[in-house]
């Protein structure tokens, strides 16, 4: 079965670092690029970035660049999202997902999500 | 940044009728469209991509039509586990990832 599955939810302190994981099953983990979308509670759906597993190459929506970062270790099939000082207002879920293929990026095969709560 | 805006905000079908929710894009996106469904404390669900292919398990009770800035998705028999929000994404166009819609709430009428 072709799954993601991500860690954990996470209660933070502003300041403070993060990063969660998403890891892939059941297909060629360096064959699909891996994108991290962000929902807000109560909100919709936003692009954030996407790596390729490959080479660890990545793109970054211009609303996320430079406030995560996203990496890759496809030793183990694993992508990471990260923070190096968490806001309140990064507070959301956040899922992992993986696209139709190379041209079609509608995103057939979603992790779990990670619900991220950053609170003083 | 391509703008998709989805109508109505909140629609209210009976079980059994048909839904018909809509999508527009600021700027032509093709034929470069997807629909996804969310339930509560769920991940969103593929449901059509290329703005008409129905995704893999998807019941046919669900379809997309439209090209350009103009798309539709079609549920033409309401079941019970239809209702939830949906969105619409296009992937058309930078960002690599798209952009979504606002959402779609299907509630029960």
């Known amino acids: 079965e072709v799954q993601l599955v991500q860690s954990g939810a996470e209660v933070k302190k502003p300041g403070e670092s993060l990063r969660i994981s998403c890891k892939g099953s059941?297909?060629?983990?360096?064959?699909?690029?891996i994108s991290w979308v962000r929902q807000m509670p109560g909100k919709g759906l936003e692009w954030m970035g996407r790596?390729?597993?490959?080479?660890?190459?990545?793109n970054y929506s211009p609303s996320f660049q430079g406030h995560v970062t996203i990496s890759a270790d496809k030793s183990i099939s694993t992508a990471y999202l990260q923070w190096s000082s968490l806001k309140a207002s990064d507070t959301a879920m956040y899922y992992c997902?993986?696209?139709?293929?190379?041209?079609?990026?509608?995103?057939?095969?979603w992790g779990q999500g990670t619900m991220v709560t950053v609170s003083s | 940044e391509i703008v998709m805006t989805q109508s109505p905000a909140t629609l209210s079908v009976s079980p059994g009728e048909r839904a018909t929710l809509s999508c527009r894009a600021s700027?032509?996106?093709?034929?470069?469209l997807a629909w996804y469904q969310q339930k509560p404390g769920q991940a969103p669900r593929l449901l059509i991509y290329?703005?008409?292919t129905r995704a893999t398990g998807i019941p046919a009770r669900f379809s997309g039509s439209g090209s350009g800035t103009e798309f539709t998705l079609t549920i033409s028999s309401l079941q019970s586990e239809d209702f939830a929000v949906y969105y619409c994404?296009?992937?058309?166009?930078?960002?690599?990832?798209?952009?979504f819609g606002q959402g779609t709430k299907l509630e029960i009428k």
């Open positions: 997902a993986r696209p139709v293929g190379a041209t079609v990026t509608a995103f057939d095969i």
């Open positions: 059941g297909y060629s983990f360096t064959s699909y690029w």
């Open positions: 790596i390729d597993p490959s080479d660890s190459y990545t």
């Open positions: 700027q032509s996106v093709s034929s470069n």
């Open positions: 290329g703005a008409s």
């Open positions: 994404q296009q992937y058309n166009n930078w960002p690599p990832g798209g952009t």
